[in-house]
């Protein structure tokens, strides 16, 4: 018996061949073959296949694109329904962090924190998000709720707390000085952190101010108001970790288009004299770009060197 892997990798080397003889009736044919496949991520990343249909999807016949779009379309609609049933089972937590072909280095790539999502019950029921009309809670802020802060005698601390201050604001009716207590403590524990107010301080009370306040991401505010993550915590977490939901989900997108974009030489990669190779000097050039992390981030611009095969990258 043959895996279904190797039957895909058997039907994309014909696929490929095919292509390259323009035996456009064997390419369709093998088109619907794959079409009766269901597709996994991992059978999508093992065998490539995702890759060579996705690029079939520009041919120049119809035919072959229209198949080549219905392809990848089911294909999504598998690993998508299959990540929805790996969710609803918690004894098979579904890990996204596969590694990428070409990926920039990520030090802080952890896990997603589980703390988010399973706090979440118990976050609904001490903070009724509903119980109150969101005309009060978009007012609030720092000086509307007449709060008294004590100063560290700093202004720019001072005024980075009041930052927190309104970005845990949001939202929610919890006591004025519950949240002050937590703005100062995850600023007193940034500056630890930071070992003062410095660049690398200022930028991380801006990215905390972003993401505590994003309205798709309660669930991160509410989890620093009730203590679930304590402050101590909260300022070590990284950007991943602070994602909101919404944003997990952009990004569990963005890797599953990739499963369908040519990495390699394809039709996609577009000649260009933009670029001038570092290692001949040369300008003519290839490149494509791709989004390799989550959605607020740039594209990342592959190109490679047709004098010499110099491949290099940048965001
Ligand atoms: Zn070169």
Not at 201 to 209: D, G, L, V
Request: charged residues 30%; glycine residues 4%; proline residues 5%.
């Amino acid at each position: 018996m043959k895996s279904e892997i190797e039957t895909v990798s058997e039907l994309k080397k014909s696929l490929l061949k095919a292509y390259d003889d323009e035996k456009q009736e064997i390419v369709l044919d093998i088109l619907s073959q794959l079409s009766k496949v269901t597709a996994t991520e991992d059978l999508l990343k093992k065998s490539g296949i995702g890759m060579t249909v996705g690029k079939l999807r520009n041919d120049k016949n119809p035919d072959i694109s229209k198949l080549a779009k219905s392809v990848v379309h089911k294909w999504k609609k598998n690993v998508t329904e299959a990540a929805a049933s790996a969710k609803r089972k918690p004894e098979t937590p579904k890990v996204p962090a596969e590694p990428h072909k070409i990926k920039t280095p990520q030090p802080d790539q952890k896990l997603p924190s589980p703390v988010v999502s399973e706090s979440k019950p118990k976050i609904d029921q001490t903070e009724p998000k509903k119980a109150h009309s969101p005309a009060n809670s978009t007012s609030r802020n720092f000086a509307s709720d007449n709060v008294k802060l004590n100063s560290t005698g700093d202004k720019v601390r001072d005024k980075c707390t009041e930052m927190l201050y309104n970005s845990l604001c949001v939202d929610n009716n919890t006591d004025s000085n519950k949240l002050l207590k937590k703005a100062v403590e995850i600023e007193l524990e940034e500056y630890k952190k930071q070992n003062g107010v410095t660049p690398a301080y200022k930028a991380e009370i801006r990215s905390f101010f972003l993401n505590l306040k994003d309205s798709k991401n309660p669930n991160l505010r509410y989890s620093v108001i009730n203590g679930t993550t304590s402050a101590a915590d909260f300022v070590k977490m990284s950007p991943e970790d602070m994602a909101s939901e919404e944003r997990k989900r952009q990004d569990s997108l963005i890797r599953k288009d990739n499963l369908f974009k040519a990495q390699g030489a394809g039709p996609q990669e577009a000649e260009t004299d933009m670029f001038r190779c570092g290692k001949c000097g040369s300008r003519k050039c290839r490149y494509y770009q791709m989004q390799t992390r989550s959605a607020d981030e740039p594209m990342t611009t592959f190109v490679t060197c047709t004098n010499c095969n110099n491949r290099w990258k940048f965001c």
